[in-house]
């Protein structure tokens, strides 16, 4: 009877792997740094679908997240040398993405002007709702809407928020990422992090109780 090997011996291996392309990473970084086309074009084709994928998701938009591909591998090419390795490449390679991300954000025409405060709950001074009852939008979306429409609802109400604000709901709720890490690639602390995070799934919550006829609050 065959045993399959399991546990350790899987962990060992894949730590190995890990170490091993982590070498050669570090390898092609240094060889980007002498100036190697090869080597830069190894490096643009192991991280540019993560790159489009990060930008897509905040942008939202083909267009945009092509642009911003061309605008982090570009700044790579000219800030590799700044790279000491502090850090993984990656997460270095992130904080350029969301730092040209954002920009392009900032730079777009907003069509209307959104009040955050609008659509965040108010409060009497003992701390009760101002409005009651406090609608329970998350029963009410399984019944009224398609899964298409919801997410079409989300998506306009995340382009509504702030940029900062947007980044860190994307980076939390869709890719997962801790505040610690959301707070390195956006260069905000912990606290910071965590009241973006509760305001902007504030705002989400209320919008969607608004497109929903209900009141925000």
Same mark, same amino acid.
């Given at each position: 009877?065959?045993?399959?090997?399991?546990?350790?011996?899987?962990?060992?291996?894949?730590?190995?792997?890990?170490?091993?392309?982590?070498?050669?990473?570090?390898?092609?970084?240094?060889?980007?740094?002498?100036?190697?086309?090869?080597?830069?074009?190894?490096?643009?084709?192991?991280?540019?679908?993560?790159?489009?994928?990060?930008?897509?998701?905040?942008?939202?938009?083909?267009?945009?997240?092509?642009?911003?591909?061309?605008?982090?591998?570009?700044?790579?090419?000219?800030?590799?040398?700044?790279?000491?390795?502090?850090?993984?490449?990656?997460?270095?390679?992130?904080?350029?993405?969301?730092?040209?991300?954002?920009?392009?954000?900032?730079?777009?025409?907003?069509?209307?002007?959104?009040?955050?405060?609008?659509?965040?709950?108010?409060?009497?001074?003992?701390?009760?709702?101002?409005?009651?009852?406090?609608?329970?939008?998350?029963?009410?979306?399984?019944?009224?809407?398609?899964?298409?429409?919801?997410? &079409?609802? =989300?998506?306009? *109400? #995340?382009?509504?928020?702030? /940029?900062?604000? +947007? $980044?860190?709901?994307?980076?939390?709720? %869709?890719?997962?990422?801790?505040? &610690?890490? =959301?707070?390195? *690639? #956006?260069?905000?602390?912990? /606290?910071?992090? +965590? $009241?973006?995070?509760?305001?902007?799934? %504030?705002?989400?919550?209320?919008?969607?109780?608004?497109?929903?006829?209900?009141?925000?609050?």
């Amino acid at each position: 009877m065959t045993v399959g090997l399991r546990g350790p011996t899987g962990l060992v291996a894949a730590s190995a792997k890990e170490q091993t392309s982590y070498q050669e990473e570090r390898l092609l970084i240094e060889r980007v740094k002498a100036g190697e086309y090869d080597a830069f074009d190894a490096i643009f084709r192991r991280h540019v679908n993560k790159v489009y994928r990060q930008a897509f998701r905040l942008t939202g938009n083909e267009t945009e997240a092509e642009e911003v591909v061309q605008d982090v591998f570009l700044a790579v090419y000219e800030k590799i040398k700044s790279f000491r390795g502090d850090s993984a490449f990656s997460t270095w390679l992130y904080r350029l993405t969301m730092n040209v991300a954002i920009s392009k954000l900032r730079r777009r025409k907003r069509s209307k002007e959104v009040s955050i405060e609008d659509y965040l709950p108010r409060f009497q001074e003992d701390g009760h709702h101002l409005v009651r009852p406090v609608f329970n939008w998350g029963d009410e979306v399984d019944l009224r809407l398609e899964k298409e429409e919801l997410q &079409r609802l =989300i998506l306009e *109400a #995340l382009n509504e928020l702030p /940029p900062v604000d +947007k $980044a860190v709901i994307v980076q939390s709720d %869709l890719e997962g990422l801790s505040n &610690r890490d =959301i707070g390195d *690639a #956006l260069g905000l602390t912990i /606290p910071a992090v +965590k $009241a973006r995070l509760h305001r902007a799934r %504030l705002f989400l919550r209320g919008r969607l109780a608004t497109s929903l006829g209900y009141s925000p609050t």
